[in-house]
């Protein structure tokens, strides 16, 4: 079963970047698709963005798409979320997740292992 820590969250202004990464303990790392989701306050948690195994096939929340990029290493186990051109709605608390049950998953419960977040503040 693989471990999640995410890191790389903080306060920035609108308008720029963060990276956030997200560290995978394990020997097979590389045979769970990962997932980046985010929870605001008084909001449910939401899907932000997922990548394969391999790294080949990535997909996106329309509300990312275009300003977020998902991207992997698996010689270091490392998910990471680049985020660029940051908006306060982007505000919240960012948890990545894995799973090896579902192929192509969006939805919380597809995910098995979370890790146990990173906040983000935009500020405007």
């Known amino acids: 079963q693989v471990q999640l820590v995410e890191s790389g969250g903080g306060l920035v202004q609108a308008g720029g970047s963060l990276r956030l990464s997200c560290a995978a303990s394990?020997?097979?790392?590389?045979?769970?698709?990962m997932g980046w989701f985010r929870q605001a306050p008084g909001k449910e948690r939401e899907f932000v963005a997922r990548?394969?195994?391999?790294?080949?096939?990535?997909y996106y929340a329309d509300s990312v798409k275009g300003r977020f990029t998902i991207s992997r290493d698996n010689a270091k186990n490392t998910v990471y979320l680049q985020m660029n051109v940051l908006k306060p709605e982007d505000t919240a608390v960012y948890y990545c997740?894995?799973?090896?049950?579902?192929?192509?998953?969006?939805?919380?419960?597809?995910?098995?292992?979370w890790g146990q977040g990173t906040q983000v503040t935009v500020s405007s």
């Open positions: 997740a894995a799973t090896n049950l579902f192929p192509r998953a969006v939805r919380t419960w597809e995910y098995h292992t």
């Open positions: 394990g020997r097979t790392f590389s045979s769970y698709d």
């Open positions: 990548i394969s195994g391999s790294g080949g096939a990535t």
